[in-house]
């Protein structure tokens, strides 16, 4: 999968940061990202603040809890909702908020 979705879209010499989920430790996408000619750096364990994807989920769980979304049907009905609230500046903030990016 890392070389089919990943690695078409690295542009040689572009760093890879990863957390510490146990797919980003696979052989198989440590190999894509060296062979498509570009780093990889591992977070440090626990570093939240460090990761924009928790950053995001935090927003959905509070979203959730406040409009009390318990079941499948709900969560289902509350998409629309959910897709509205991770514009594409509000996305950039948060890899702003890391200290990924400048600008």
Not at 48 to 58: M, Y
Not at 83 to 94: A, D, L, R, T, V
Request: charged share 20%.
């Amino acid at each position: 999968m890392s070389r089919d979705v990943l690695a078409p879209e690295l542009t040689p010499g572009s760093v890879v940061i990863l957390d510490n989920l146990a797919t980003h430790r696979n052989v198989e996408a440590t190999h894509a990202i060296r062979d498509a000619k570009c780093w990889f750096l591992y977070l440090p364990l626990y570093s939240h603040d460090l990761t924009p994807i928790e950053q995001a989920f935090s927003k959905l769980k509070a979203h959730l809890r406040k409009i009390g979304a318990r079941t499948f049907e709900d969560l289902f009905k509350a998409l629309g909702d959910i897709c509205s609230m991770f514009s594409p500046q509000k996305c950039w903030n948060y890899f702003n908020a890391t200290g990924y990016v400048s600008g």
